[in-house]
């Protein structure tokens, strides 16, 4: 089975300072890991992804994500956080390796981040 | 690129009536995913479709929600009747899809559904 999960509904983070939304994710093989962004009133919009290769993986808009494979997670990261970020953030995840060959994602349950002038 | 192309953007009906939704996905992309979005349950993939042929349908609700892709340019999300539960944000996405591939989805704009 593959799901992600994202703990906290809501993040609250003063503006300039470092901002962290988490993930955590269950796949039985090797995941392609996600981040989108939504904005009011609009579509997903992609931000960054993991395939493999450097942990790290940096994403639009000043945004970097941390592939943990012995924790099983994916936090997205800032380190100095706007005013304009705030917004709900969706982990997704697919298992590379699934026997169905299936390509759909799976999503967490969205975290709305709120960045307080 | 346009993107994806989402239509009509929003639309209120009455119970009962029928509701079809229009996507047009990103050109070249052989991939196409149709969500649901609510306050209650979050976003759903109700079904997607790789090369026009639907792959995953177990998302969709009951057999009031039907959906179509009959060329690699169009696809349609349709409800009939349709009931007050139904109103949400429903969004098509589409990627390029290739055994072992690690495509990125990419997000209509939505179409806002109210059913009276």
């Known amino acids: 089975a593959q799901s992600v999960a994202q703990p906290e509904d809501q993040v609250n983070v003063a503006e300039g300072n470092p901002l962290t939304v988490k993930c955590t994710y269950s796949?039985?093989?090797?995941?392609?890991l996600f981040w989108y962004v939504q904005y009011p009133n609009r579509g997903l919009q992609f931000l960054l992804k993991y395939i493999t290769g450097d942990n790290l993986v940096k994403g639009s808009y000043g945004f970097e994500a941390e592939f943990n494979k012995s924790q099983t997670s994916f936090h997205l990261k800032k380190p100095s956080a706007l005013v304009s970020d705030s917004a709900l953030y969706f982990c997704?995840?697919?298992?590379?390796?699934?026997?169905?060959?299936?390509?759909?994602?799976?999503f967490g349950t969205g975290t709305r981040l709120t960045v307080i002038p | 690129d346009a993107g994806v192309i989402q239509s009509p953007r929003h639309e209120v009906t009455e119970m009962g009536q029928e509701v079809t939704l229009r996507c047009k996905p990103i050109?070249?992309?052989?991939?196409l995913f149709w969500y649901r979005q609510t306050m209650m349950r979050g976003l759903e993939l109700l079904i997607y479709f790789n090369n026009n042929v639907p792959i995953d349908d177990s998302g969709m609700p009951e057999d009031r929600f039907s959906a179509k892709m009959p060329n690699a340019s169009f696809s349609t999300l349709k409800i009939q009747p349709s009931e007050p539960r139904d109103s949400a944000v429903y969004f098509c996405?589409?990627?390029?899809?290739?055994?072992?591939?690690?495509?990125?989805?990419?997000f209509g704009p939505g179409t806002r559904l109210l059913v009276l």
């Open positions: 050109s070249g992309h052989n991939s």
């Open positions: 796949v039985s093989g090797n995941p392609y």
């Open positions: 996405a589409s990627s390029l899809f290739s055994q072992g591939g690690w495509e990125t989805q990419y």
């Open positions: 997704a995840v697919r298992d590379i390796t699934s026997e169905t060959g299936a390509n759909n994602l799976f």
